[in-house]
């Protein structure tokens, strides 16, 4: 088995289409295991990353350097690894900060609304204490912000946000209770 992959990795190196095939099916299990860490099994997008991966290693076919003394299967799975591990960060970071920046207009519409009524002391309270918690919430780390968010302003439960993020409940409950102990003292600063 050993030889056998060896041979196929040599003539894929070669530039032979058909052992390239090969090889592509031989690390299908290497790419879905690194998509799965991710993502669902029912996700759309698996597919569309699953191509990825093959495009990654038939580019890293032409760009692996022998002469490094690195074995092609370390070089081809490392470069899986950080590929979708970096695709998973990118794309879900973007995803909470417009997610955030939703919440951030809701409490600046409110804002303006106390700030467009009559000037009583109760509004002058009010506004005082918004500008001072969005930017404690935007102290946080964005986990935390986006529990805070989802807990606070979406009325979701504990379970459900773990769901949402896809971290575990007891992470959600140490995360949100960290939070809060960050924002009291930012609070009382």
Do not use: W
Request: net charge positive.
């Amino acid at each position: 088995m050993d030889s056998d992959i060896n041979y196929i990795i040599q003539e894929s190196l070669n530039g032979d289409k058909n052992y390239q095939e090969i090889l592509l099916e031989r690390l299908n299990p290497l790419i879905y295991r690194n998509i799965y860490k991710y993502y669902n099994y029912g996700d759309p997008i698996i597919q569309d990353l699953v191509q990825e991966g093959y495009v990654l290693i038939l580019q890293a076919l032409k760009t692996f350097d022998k002469s490094r003394g690195v074995h092609f299967l370390y070089y081809i799975k490392t470069k899986i690894i950080f590929f979708y591990k970096n695709h998973y960060k990118n794309n879900h970071t973007l995803t909470k900060e417009i997610h955030l920046t939703e919440y951030m207009d809701q409490i600046n519409i409110k804002h303006n609304q106390i700030e467009n009524n009559s000037c009583t002391l109760e509004n002058v309270i009010k506004k005082e204490f918004i500008e001072e918690l969005l930017t404690n919430i935007n102290k946080l780390k964005l986990k935390e912000q986006d529990i805070i968010c989802l807990y606070y302003y979406d009325n979701k439960s504990l379970k459900e946000i773990s769901e949402t993020l896809k971290i575990p409940y007891r992470t959600v409950i140490g995360k949100k209770k960290t939070a809060l102990k960050k924002l009291k003292k930012l609070f009382r600063g």
